[in-house]
């Protein structure tokens, strides 16, 4: 059996977690992520971490390339580098799916803060409860923008804005108020934006989303559109562009990841499932759907809110078991003298999510006295609906489903895939249903269900099995929501379950992508929540292709337009991607479509009414953007960089040695720290440990249900703190090498070259500050004995082989030798990393230059609006038909502009120098920051010997 003796752990340790900006240190955060890393993830974090100087960076990859993971990246770097004030501002329906990407993948856990758990930390005693959250803080647009005052109070290490389009036009005077809150409480702080669209319609767009990053990118509004978003711009125009946005910006195409040949991807494909339903259910539909469009009624009064009636109208295409149920509560809050809000039911669980991204509570806003007999008569009507209601023993909808399912999971299984399918319902009490019919009719015991509260029996059993299976593993997370997830999803992809239903809300989050069939029993009407649904499945991970099934009534005029919408201008459902950029792209939120909708259906009383308005908000959506406007993106945007390609090899090649050596060297440090660990084989990359069995690899860890080891946490976070704790630098060690009992001895010919020889080796650590994060080294003095200098790349390699101790040393080193090299190899580590922080302070001083100039383009901008506007007065005031009065006022608006564009003349050559300055002073101050007194640590110093 091999060994690796404390010394080594000490040195591996201390290797494993070198701080700095390079691939060798960012190992660390890939080596501990859950996931297979693709290289043009690994390229976009890095490009996020290069430079101390930047302010922040757009992560704009095309969809499906996982701009999550490339976030998540950055962030367990920062997290490695104990800076952890970290901030994701994300839809409120991305919040779960954030939080539980968070820890499935990285291990990071996480607080979503909204009004509730907001005010509970304010009553625990915590004045801020942004700086109290535990790990990473998860907050919707809407509510950071609440609290925006607070969030400047912070000092953020890291802000990331997920959907970061809905900022792009924060430049506008009409322009969201929530982006400019946002945008001025964040200022200060280093900014990842997340977009797959930073560009829609106009280049002006860029400029507002830079802005976001850095007010001093560009000069200024009117020089960016003077130089670029002019309409006769030109192609030399948008290459000056895309240069000055090359350190900003980072995009990846799919075709480049394809053709690269790193991702595999998947088509999707649409099914429609039919129905023609019922006279009662038509009854039924029509009866209340003309009941929520009356202004008189109790229930909803003249001024409905607009949430409570979406609430309604989601329940009422479901299923008449929801709507029953929904008529029940209501019947009883009319009884109480009460009206509806959004707490009459918990049905549709999303409701909360949507009050939130529309800023309203959607409660009782204190109607005017009832009268007793209206409300009797009201009470009276909604009871005979209630009674229709109840009668329906069946859905036309759920026989449907019942019928087709088979064939279509024969379809699957045919197609090489599981014979498995997920149905979603925006209904709790449709979930239920679903449930008992699919129970009832061959599917009994195959079944899960997954919702807000999973409170039902089998849910629990499953959640108390996967629990005590785990239990002392690091699958738990202590968050009995996750924790529920993760056993639901476990349990639905066992052989033994074929049907997973599920709500919006329980599967936010989820991935599934050992499923291939997905069936919307209820169609949401926001496209943006569709395409979330179809991701569960449609990911990366994906074997097959996805099928997509809808449920389509024939009788719903309603649920056609919006299948059509979706499907034709939409693209939501065929194809290898889905949705287009530039179709998502051009929905802000996705609520105000649903409200669009809900507008339509509410006030139109005639089929040929719903017919025109339909036809209107169908011309809205543009399937393309305009064409000069898609040449230009393509010109800025489709390319930033041309070997993209070749890089993406480079990379793939360069994770490919890298990963593996990072893992043997934590192994390392398990076999010298571990005493009792069992290794199967020498270069086994699992070992047996108190019971638990731990692998490097995560895939296997899951498959096997073993821990994963790795460096971030865990036993692997703690040997390696313990090791690099150990005094090994006040009194000399001696190891005796073994590099024939090396598992891959033929790779180690330079150290078996000094087989027979010794000499003496000293390891320090140089530090290196940056106003980012420190740069660190491993120096490594290494002699023979007689005198020959050993490269330190092969003295490395000696600390990988095995080694065992050598007894105690008597000798005393060459002190002076061993300081000699040390110092010139610190002189090189010194020489390069000072030359690199010259790179950035040049292209810092490019980048202000650039800046002083725009400058000067904003102020001639400026000049020849204002005499534009001089020019079309005196037009004006040659008109004959003005009074002199009215001329006189014309002449005092000329006299105002001509003394401004004189001010503005006589200030350009002060202002110019007053930019000089700011651009002088910062560069001073940059490298007064790059350039700060290094350290040094002596480690160990060591006899060595080779046998």
């Not at 599917?443 to 959640?463: P, T, W």
């Not at 036993?715 to 150990?726: S, T």
């Not at 330079?750 to 420190?774: C, E, I, Y």
């Not at 383009?857 to 079309?872: H, N, R, S």
């Amino acid at each position: 059996m091999v060994s690796f003796t404390k010394v080594q752990g000490h040195y591996h340790a201390h290797k494993l977690t070198l701080a700095g900006v390079d691939e060798d240190a960012f190992t660390r955060s890939l080596t501990s992520a859950r996931v297979e890393m693709n290289p043009h993830q690994v390229d976009a974090a890095l490009f996020a971490l290069k430079s101390p100087l930047s302010k922040g960076v757009i992560l704009a990859d095309e969809v499906g390339l996982g701009k999550t993971i490339e976030a998540g990246l950055v962030i367990s770097q920062r997290w490695a580098e104990h800076r952890r004030r970290i901030v994701l501002i994300v839809p409120a329906s991305l919040r779960k799916q954030w939080q539980q990407e968070l820890f499935d993948k990285f291990s990071l856990r996480s607080t979503i803060i909204e009004a509730a758990t907001y005010n509970a930390m304010r009553k625990e005693g915590h004045r801020r409860p942004f700086e109290a959250a535990e790990g990473v803080v998860i907050v919707s647009y809407e509510f950071a923008a609440r609290k925006a005052v607070e969030l400047e109070l912070v000092k953020w290490d890291l802000v990331i804005f997920d959907e970061a389009h809905r900022l792009r036009n924060v430049y506008k005077k009409g322009g969201s108020q929530r982006a400019k809150d946002l945008k001025d409480a964040l200022r200060d702080h280093f900014k990842i934006l997340l977009t797959a669209t930073p560009l829609q319609n106009s280049l002006m767009e860029l400029y507002g989303i830079v802005s976001i990053i850095d007010d001093d990118h560009f000069g200024g509004e009117n020089a960016f559109r003077a130089q670029y978003a002019a309409s006769s711009t030109k192609a030399t125009a948008l290459e000056v562009l895309k240069e000055r946005l090359k350190p900003i910006c980072h995009r990846t195409l799919r075709k480049q990841v394809q053709q690269a040949g790193h991702i595999n991807f998947k088509q999707r494909n649409a099914r429609t499932f039919t129905f023609d339903p019922t006279a009662s259910e038509v009854q039924l539909y029509e009866a209340l759907s003309e009941f929520l469009q009356r202004k008189d009624t109790i229930s909803y009064g003249d001024k409905a809110n607009q949430l409570v009636v979406l609430q309604v109208r989601k329940i009422l295409g479901s299923s008449t078991f929801a709507v029953a149920s929904y008529l029940e509560k209501l019947i009883e809050r009319l009884k109480a003298k009460g009206c509806a809000s959004l707490d009459l039911t918990d049905d549709i669980e999303i409701i909360d999510e949507l009050a939130e991204e529309a800023d309203e509570d959607g409660g009782d806003d204190g109607k005017e006295p009832i009268d007793p007999a209206k409300l009797a008569a009201e009470i009276a009507e909604l009871e005979t609906y209630l009674e229709l209601a109840r009668s329906i023993g069946k859905n036309s909808k759920g026989e449907v489903l019942l019928s087709q399912l088979p064939a279509v999971l024969d379809e699957i299984a045919n197609k090489g895939g599981k014979r498995k399918a997920v149905i979603f319902t925006e209904s709790v009490r449709t979930q239920m249903y679903l449930n008992d019919l699919l129970g009832r009719h061959g599917y009994g015991g195959q079944i899960v269900l997954m919702n807000g509260s999973n409170s039902d029996a089998e849910s629990k059993a499953i959640y108390a099995a996967w629990k005590a299976r785990y239990a002392g593993t690091d699958k738990i997370s202590g968050s009995k929501t996750a924790d529920m997830k993760a056993a639901i999803v476990e349990a639905f992809k066992s052989d033994d379950k074929t049907i997973l239903i599920a709500t919006e809300s329980g599967a936010e989050g989820i991935n599934l992508q050992f499923c291939s069939l997905l069936i919307n029993f209820d169609l949401p009407w926001n496209p943006q929540r569709v395409e979330q649904r179809i991701g569960r499945c449609h990911r990366y991970g994906q074997l097959i292709d996805v099928t997509v099934v809808n449920m389509l009534n024939l009788k719903n005029q309603t649920e056609q337009r919006i299948h059509q919408l979706l499907s034709e201008k939409f693209h939501l459902f065929d194809g290898v991607f889905g949705a287009s950029d530039e179709v998502l792209g051009t929905l802000v939120n996705g609520l105000d479509f649903e409200r669009e909708v809900l507008r339509i259906v509410q006030e139109c009383r005639t089929e040929e009414q719903a017919e025109f308005e339909f036809n209107i908000l169908t011309e809205s959506i543009k399937d393309r953007i305009d064409a000069d406007m898609a040449a230009a993106r393509t010109k800025v945007l489709g390319e930033l960089d041309s070997a993209v390609v070749e890089k993406l090899h480079h990379r793939q090649n360069a994770l490919a040695a890298s990963i593996p050596e990072f893992r043997q060297r934590l192994l390392m440090v398990a076999q010298a720290e571990l005493d009792g660990a069992a290794f199967p084989q020498p270069d086994s990359e699992h070992f047996t440990y108190h019971g638990q069995t731990y692998t490097t690899a995560w895939p296997v860890a899951d498959e096997q249900d073993w821990q994963f080891f790795r460096v971030s946490d865990g036993l692997g976070l703690q040997i390696v703190d313990e090791a690099k704790a150990r005094d090994h630098a006040s009194s000399p060690a001696a190891i005796r090498f073994k590099p024939k009992e090396y598992p891959y001895a033929g790779q180690m010919t330079a150290v078996n070259a000094l087989s027979g020889q010794s000499g003496w080796l000293r390891v320090s650590k140089a530090t290196m500050p940056t106003p980012d994060a420190p740069r660190e080294e491993l120096l490594i003095a290494c002699v023979t004995d007689s005198g020959e200098v050993i490269a330190s790349e092969i003295a490395d390699k000696m600390f990988m082989v095995p080694g065992e101790n050598a007894g105690s040393v008597s000798a005393k080193p060459d002190e002076a030798r061993l300081e000699a090299l040390q110092s010139e190899q610190f002189f090189a580590f010194s020489d390069r990393v000072k030359r690199e922080n010259f790179e950035w302070i040049e292209a810092e001083e490019e980048r202000l230059d650039r800046y002083a100039a725009d400058i000067e383009i904003e102020l001639d901008a400026l000049v020849d609006t204002m005499e534009a506007e001089i020019k079309e007065l005196q037009r004006q005031k040659r008109s004959p038909d003005l009074s002199m009065e009215q001329k006189l006022e014309l002449s005092r608006k000329i006299k105002k502009l001509q003394g401004d564009v004189d001010d503005t003349k006589l200030s350009k050559f002060e202002r110019r120098k007053q930019v000089r300055k700011e651009v002088s002073d910062k560069l001073d101050e940059f490298a007064e920051q790059l350039n700060q007194k290094p350290k040094f640590d002596n480690l160990l110093t060591m006899r060595w010997v080779v046998e």
